[in-house]
């Protein structure tokens, strides 16, 4: 028998509303999205900037994991373009002045080391300062912004946008030490801080050791896809061959056969070693590499760099075919063809990039495993050395700009408990929610007459001006219009169905009128087969049955959250404001108080 | 009333018919009654049966008279045809187009005033002619659209929703059907899908006229305390009959019962209905008993529910009047009025 769902537990509905469950900052996205259509963008933008802290720079590159689970791909084809909306309202925000934090002119007196300018670091600095610390970033680039700067090329982020949201931190006055790479944590700690953050990313680019890699004629036309796009970034490489060899799969290779075609690329080819189907990059990524023309060779595992007349002549291939084992495992194995040899002027190597603590002395406290990564604390965000916290890229190796966000605000919290002598496992609770949404008979707060329109495309430049330089912007981000529309589309996931049972009058007014029959009224029974004898069987066990206690016919209401269109249709049906539609709330905590609701109300 | 249209987004397993279909292809528009009214349950169970049976829309006529019944057939099967008509005059309407194509599939749709006060005349006399229809009621023991006043099948007992007395007995509907004839007379109860979609899909296979009286509470008008037609009344005092399996002519589900504890009636088309038994003496084919259960257990103050009665071997109307098995409208204009000529031909034939 199934028991009756507590919607008190705040996780619930949160669940339910699977794009903010999926994003690791849990930003409220149905929120700014209706605040969008409001065209209330600076409100959509601090909604945002609150959870994220980089909405003009994610809106552009985010890898968006709350777009697959955007509930929308269940009963259409395309999920909403939520990333690209969040692009929308940071280019439509007027001034945000006035709703930035106040940063107290007394300060608490303790200090905090930030190693490493990118997106972690900041994030802790955004969420410190306001309480009065002193925070230093020590960064070895000339600029604050880490790999938001130094990896993303600016025909997909330009500069300008980079600098107003890192400025914007570093403008709250936060100690700037910029080209000063840090060679010892020894010394930082030697400075007595009162905490220190290690946000120094994954900067060490994989290299590919076959033969002729260090061979004197071509070493100078092979190039680490990383390092290679740090030096384009701060322009002291402006130039590349016209014939160019990207090897990798992920989005890095694609950013850097896209960058070679504007700085003189004519043949610019991607190879990969697996089938394409297994390619690391977004497959956004990958569309926007081959409508630029640049062809994705798949199966070609490189052998060797052919040196010829004592210059780098290409790059021979042994081309692979894929076996899986019964467990679905892949091997790669030589396809026994003739190999290919890629001709070629350059060559970037764009296959993967690692963390890596050569100045962390190894005798100081900091313990790392077998693989050279540090031990940190899942939750806290702390290393073995109490002082000491890692977060993005450093702690666990590659993952993406939003994870560094998450992590910067969690390790925040725990500097902030560490320095005032709190347990680091007492984290704040997040606020939660949950506000009825009528208005009158059949009026609801909230729009609820969704738009069956497909995903709108987002206006590009035209192809050969994006081409002319690497700082033209290839998208050009939704107008007003675009985004209005695109907002429509928008499934109200936090507008939740909430069943009153006492109120019940069992008539199947809601049964009858629900679009994708999720509403039962039925036996009770074990989750397994109830699940099975639903209207439409609720075989997706990722999502939650809501179950009622029993009704007066001795049955109970079971609800399949998965395929709900938050219509509010069932409320509007139910005689008795049995069901009702609530708005629930979700503010992650932060180590400042909330100013979300202020947003939104 | 609802304003927004109903999402065109669907389950994507929802399953698919015969013809392909899925439920919702069914459905009309978004209703405009009450939220909660009985009625739009039957509104569901219609469509349900509908999809069940794979019946193409365009071979469907729906008709009803007036009322908040009445316009449920606006909520279902969009693409059929239809006839909204006068107050009670629905039966007629049925007779002509039955009448002119006999090909369609004819579903009635009224109310408890439409059919037993202003209607009750065209009722009689569409049962005594066994018109091929199926006739729904929609009974709510009140006239719904004008606002709550008695109909004539509430009970003498029964209160109105201000607490004033139903001076008057009721008039039953279904005792009133085996006495003049119908075929086939149900009974059912809006809340209660599991026996009122067999109950509709056995109706719709039925030649000759089917009645299912559905109990359907008005919850704005007759869904109180002291109404004998309202949710928690019908559910305490519901006595089933029956329960009713509708076996298309392709499946044989028979193994499903034990011998002797069911009752397997056998349709013209070659579709076949199997009742299972609770009453053990209870066979709807005997039209006294029928008739002496529904007298015995009003007096008892409780409904009866499930198929009552039904008659294998009446004759609809057509059959009774010999009339062209070519639908009037697939007839030639030249054969269907051969002109002038051939009038006076025949008037002169009398002289
Ligand atoms: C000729 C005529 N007389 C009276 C009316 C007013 N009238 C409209 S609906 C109705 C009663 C409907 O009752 P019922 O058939 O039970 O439908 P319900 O609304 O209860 O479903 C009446 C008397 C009318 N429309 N036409
Ligand atoms: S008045 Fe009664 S019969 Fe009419 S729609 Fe409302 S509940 Fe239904
Ligand atoms: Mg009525």
């Not at chain 1, 100081?364 to 002082?387: A, H, M, R, Y």
Request: net charge negative.
């Amino acid at each position: 028998m199934m028991k009756p769902t507590d919607i008190k537990n705040p996780s619930y509905f949160h669940k339910v509303v699977d794009c903010q469950w999926a994003c690791p900052a849990h930003t409220p996205v149905p929120e700014y999205i209706r605040l969008i259509a409001q065209r209330k963008y600076t409100e959509a933008y601090m909604v945002n900037w609150e959870s994220n802290v980089f909405p003009g720079v994610l809106g552009r590159t985010c890898d968006r994991p709350c777009e697959p689970a955007c509930r929308r791909v269940r009963v259409e084809e395309t999920p909403v373009a939520i990333c690209r909306l969040k692009r929308a309202a940071a280019d439509n925000k007027s001034d945000i002045t006035e709703h930035l934090p106040d940063i107290p002119k007394t300060k608490n007196g303790k200090k905090i080391a930030l190693i490493g300018g990118g997106p972690a670091s900041l994030t802790v600095a955004r969420d410190l300062m306001p309480l009065g610390y002193d925070c230093t970033i020590y960064e070895k680039d000339p600029k604050a912004g880490g790999l938001m700067r130094t990896n993303i090329p600016s025909f997909r982020l330009p500069e300008a946008v980079i600098d107003e949201e890192v400025d914007t931190i570093l403008d709250f006055g936060v100690i700037k030490k910029f080209n000063q790479e840090v060679t010892s944590l020894k010394d930082i700690l030697d400075q007595k801080y009162d905490a220190i953050f290690v946000g120094t990313g994954a900067p060490k680019g994989k290299d590919l050791n076959i033969k002729n890699r260090y061979e004197a004629e071509a070493i100078e036309n092979i190039h680490i896809g990383i390092d290679w796009l740090t030096s384009v970034a701060f322009k002291h490489v402006d130039k590349i061959g016209k014939k160019v060899v990207v090897i990798g799969g992920g989005n890095t290779a694609m950013d850097c056969c896209r960058s070679s075609l504007r700085l003189g690329g004519l043949d610019v080819k991607v190879t990969v070693r697996s089938p394409k189907s297994d390619m690391k990059a977004s497959d956004w990524e990958i569309e926007e590499a081959e409508l630029e023309g640049v062809p994705i060779l798949d199966n070609h595992s490189p052998k060797e760099f052919v040196i010829e007349n004592g210059k780098l002549k290409g790059v021979l291939f042994e081309k692979m075919i894929a076996e899986y084992d019964a467990n679905g495992k892949r091997k790669l194995i030589s396809s026994g063809e003739d190999p290919v040899l890629l001709e070629c002027d350059d060559v970037i190597l764009a296959i993967g990039q690692e963390n890596a603590f050569p100045w962390v002395e190894k005798d100081i406290g900091i313990e790392f495993n077998e693989w050279g990564q540090p031990t940190v604390d899942k939750i806290t965000f702390q290393s073995s050395l109490p002082n000491v916290f890692f977060g993005g890229d450093a702690a666990w190796g590659p993952e993406n700009i939003i994870w560094a966000v998450a992590h910067g605000h969690q390790a925040a919290i725990s500097i902030n408990n560490f320095c005032e002598n709190i347990d680091l496992n007492e984290r704040p609770d997040p606020i939660t929610n949950l506000l009825s949404q009528k208005m009158g008979i059949h009026e609801w707060s909230y729009p609820n007459d969704i738009s069956n329109s497909n995903r709108f495309a987002v206006p590009h430049t035209d192809h050969s001006h994006a081409l002319s330089s690497i700082e033209v912007e290839v998208e050009l981000g939704y107008d007003e219009k675009l985004a209005l529309e695109e907002s429509k589309r928008c499934l109200n996931c936090d507008i939740q169905t909430v069943f009153t049972e006492n109120l019940c009058i069992e008539c199947d007014a809601c049964v009858d009128i629900c679009p994708v029959d999720c509403i039962n009224f039925i036996e009770n029974d074990t989750e397994e087969s109830l699940r099975l004898k639903l209207k439409v069987p609720a075989l997706n066990t990722d999502q939650d049955l809501y179950i009622s206690d029993n009704l007066k016919t001795g049955r109970i209401m079971a609800k399949d959250e998965d395929m709900c269109l938050h219509c509010g249709l069932c409320a509007e049906r139910c005689p008795t404001g049995a069901w009702d539609m609530q708005k629930f709330t979700y503010i992650e905590a932060h180590t400042e108080e909330s100013k979300i609701l202020n947003y939104v109300e | 009333m609802t304003f927004i249209k109903k999402p065109i987004f669907r389950h994507p397993s929802l399953p698919k018919n015969d013809l392909g279909l899925t439920y919702r292809d069914y459905e009309g528009l978004v209703s405009t009654l009450c939220a909660g009214c009985g009625h739009d349950s039957i509104t569901a169970s219609i469509v349900q049966s509908c999809y069940d049976l794979s019946l193409p829309a365009h071979k469907i006529a729906k008709l009803s008279g007036i009322g908040c019944s009445s316009k449920t057939t606006n909520y279902f099967l969009n693409q059929s045809h239809g006839f909204n008509t006068v107050h009670g005059r629905m039966p007629s309407v049925a007779t002509g187009a039955n009448l002119a194509n006999r090909d369609l599939i004819y579903i009635g749709v009224s109310g408890d005033g439409d059919t037993a006060s202003i209607g009750l005349g065209q009722y009689c006399h569409a049962i005594r002619r066994q018109l091929n229809v199926t006739y729904i009621v929609e009974n709510n023991g009140t006239y719904g659209l004008t606002k709550g006043q008695f109909s004539a099948t509430n009970d003498k007992k029964s209160k109105n929703k201000k607490g004033a007395d139903n001076p008057f007995g009721a008039i039953d509907l279904a005792l009133m059907a085996i006495e003049l004839g119908a075929g086939f007379v149900a009974r059912s109860f809006s809340g209660d899908k599991e026996q009122l979609v067999p109950l509709i899909k056995k109706a719709i296979a039925y030649n000759g006229f089917s009645l299912i009286d559905v109990i359907s509470p008005c919850v704005t008008f007759n869904n109180h305390p002291h109404s004998t037609k309202s949710y928690d009344y019908i559910r305490e005092h519901n006595t089933a009959m029956g329960e009713l399996d509708f076996v298309p002519e392709k499946e044989n589900i028979q193994a499903k019962y034990s011998e002797g504890e069911s009752v397997d009636v056998t349709l013209h088309d070659g579709n076949s209905i199997n009742l299972q038994k609770l009453d053990g003496n209870y066979d709807p084919r005997d039209q006294d008993k029928a008739v002496s259960i529904l007298r015995k257990y009003r007096g008892e103050g409780k409904v009866v529910t499930g198929l009552l009665y039904i008659n294998e071997d009446a004759n609809e109307m057509h059959e009774t009047l010999k009339t062209s098995t070519t639908p009037l409208n697939a007839i030639p204009m030249n054969d269907l009025c051969p002109g002038i000529d051939e009038l006076d031909k025949l008037n002169k034939s009398y002289t």
